[in-house]
């Protein structure tokens, strides 16, 4: 491996133990503020068959979905109460003959988590994850963590929303911005 490879490797490794400290707090909820509540009746509207959430932490929004009878996987890379515990930038999700596997994919506050160099890898796994001309519905916050870990801040990618919405129109189109005063919603390019 090169040197370059080394250190992504070990600040990914460094940013997943912030959040391994903060689930192992005594009484600790971090990962369970379901961000997307109010995106529900979204991807309700949009009636899909599976959805995947990417950064679904302690995966509240995914069993939500489950109780009203939509299928789906939340993806975390430090919390066990997710479906499939990986990085975001690399699933493993297999789709099928069609391409993808999800008519949604869904991401809660969870973009600004990433290192600024895996933001375009986690968004083109996105892509890839989902169906042909799939739905996203995203938040991401703006601003630094009011919470910190091992000292330190838990938004290493704090970028104006301008900045983002030039990274995620590389792979999809944005349709709506307004949706529910806080969700970035579009489809996917393909």
């Keep these: 491996m090169t040197t370059a490879t080394n250190d992504l490797d070990a600040r990914r490794d460094h940013e997943r133990a912030k959040y ?6 005594p009484g600790s909820a971090y990962g369970s503020t ?3 509540r109010h995106a529900v009746p979204i991807v309700r509207a949009w009636k899909p068959r599976f959805v995947v959430d ?24 430090a919390f066990d109460d997710a479906d499939i515990v990986k ?6 999700l297999i789709g099928d003959e069609s391409g993808g596997v999800a008519d949604v994919i869904t991401c809660f506050d969870a973009l600004e ?3 600024p160099e895996d933001v375009n890898p986690v968004l083109a796994e996105m892509r890839r994850v989902a ?9 991401v916050c703006t601003r630094p963590s009011r919470i910190t870990a ?12 301008t900045w983002w919405l030039d990274r995620i129109g590389r792979v999809g189109a944005v ?9 970035i919603v579009g489809r996917f390019h393909r």
């Design 20 to 25: 391994l400290e903060l689930a192992a707090r």
């Design 34 to 36: 379901n961000h997307g």
């Design 54 to 77: 990417f950064g679904c932490g302690r995966n509240d929004f995914i069993r939500c979905l489950r109780r009203l009878g939509i299928d789906g996987l939340g993806v975390d890379f």
């Design 87 to 92: 990085p975001m930038y690399a699933t493993g």
């Design 113 to 115: 988590h990433l290192l």
């Design 131 to 139: 169906r042909p001309r799939g739905w996203f519905c995203f938040s």
């Design 150 to 161: 091992l000292g330190e801040n838990l938004h290493p990618t704090v970028r104006p929303i």
């Design 175 to 183: 349709t709506d911005r307004r949706a529910a005063g806080r969700y």
